[in-house]
């Protein structure tokens, strides 16, 4: 059996590099150079088994994740990323996990530019815990707190995806998620796309921004309360793939799926009604599509309407403790 040293060995000799590295793993910390003038954005995310990811998953698919949910908050701030620490708990020292898991983190971090610096690796249930750092031009970053009566609410990509194959795989939900869909719908869940491009482009253009963890409603009412205003979304014009329509052909089902399922790893952010055609060039140059679902309003809370008339999911959204 190797031991932790060993295993530290096989993560140092694939770790990646950067000028901006003056000393990455092997010291009692990493030494880094931060761009002059701007600032440091940094953000923390741990996945546990069975709770992030369902007991199971390919061990390259929960590296990738690991690491693209801390990008994803990157990009929700719209920063630009640089490094990352990686703290493994694992129950055994297994190298043949470890190599494979190191695929598909080190993948995305090499697409990505990011080189891995520094961790700390321990026997224990299996837990990844990762610390992204990026930076941003000073007064540049997208916060929650930042949006207005008026302006329009966006989302990128898609919704929904991710919750339908969670609920295919742990709901047992085979009623309503075809399992010919699976497949594509499982990607979401296991691959989850950060929107690097998306995010730096919407610098100066949005006026606040969050990325999709928790279930569009929730993680909209964090920008709502954070920024002092109301929302109305329509859950009728929620971008749906072609996966998820024939995977949960019922609307109900879908609409429920699209606004309260999480892990959808999108951006929501809002913009003055002015700058929509600003939000258009910002997502063409990044390559991504957004749409436009609803607007901000004076007052609290989260409106969502569909078909015409008021709607209310049976749950808002994921809360860690929730009983
Ligand atoms: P210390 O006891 O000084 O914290 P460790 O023995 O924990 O040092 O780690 C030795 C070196 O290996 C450090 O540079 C640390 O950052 C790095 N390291 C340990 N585990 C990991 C990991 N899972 N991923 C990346 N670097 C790691
Ligand atoms: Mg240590």
Not at 107 to 135: K, M, N
Not at 243 to 266: K, N, T, W, Y
């Amino acid at each position: 059996m190797p031991g932790e040293f060993d295993l530290i060995d096989r993560i140092r000799a694939r770790a990646g590099a950067r000028d901006d590295v003056v000393l990455g793993i092997g010291d009692d910390a990493a030494l880094l150079v931060p761009p002059a003038g701007r600032q440091l954005v940094i953000t923390a995310d741990t996945l546990n088994a069975g709770v992030h990811f369902p007991d199971g998953t390919a061990a390259a698919d929960v590296g990738w994740k690991a690491l693209a949910v801390n990008l994803s908050d990157l990009a929700a701030m719209g920063a630009q990323p640089a490094w990352c620490t990686l703290s493994l708990s694992l129950p055994e020292a297994d190298p043949r996990w470890l190599d494979a898991f190191l695929d598909g983190f080190l993948a995305l971090a090499q697409r990505c530019g990011v080189a891995l610096v520094g961790g700390d690796t321990t026997r224990g249930p299996l837990s990844v815990g990762v610390t992204a750092l990026g930076h941003v031009a000073a007064g540049a970053a997208l916060r929650r707190d930042g949006a207005r009566d008026g302006d329009g609410i966006w989302v990128s990509g898609s919704l929904g995806d991710a919750a339908a194959a969670l609920s295919l795989l742990v709901g047992g939900d085979t009623a309503t998620v075809g399992k010919a869909d699976a497949g594509g719908l499982r990607e979401r869940l296991d691959r989850p796309e950060p929107r690097l491009a998306l995010g730096a482009a919407l610098g100066g253009v949005a006026s606040a921004c969050i990325d999709l963890s928790d279930g569009l409603l929730a993680d909209l009412g964090h920008v709502c309360r954070a920024s002092g205003v109301g929302a109305r979304v329509d859950v009728d014009r929620l971008p749906l793939s072609d996966a998820l329509r024939r995977a949960a052909p019922d609307p109900a089902r879908r609409r429920v799926l699209q606004a309260s399922g999480g892990d959808d790893f999108e951006l929501c952010f809002t913009a003055a009604a002015g700058r929509r055609d600003a939000v258009l060039q910002a997502a063409a140059a990044a390559g991504t599509a957004v749409a436009c679902i609803g607007e901000i309003v004076a007052g609290s809370g989260v409106q969502a309407h569909a078909g015409g008339l008021p709607w209310t999911p049976p749950r808002a959204g994921y809360e860690h403790f929730d009983s």
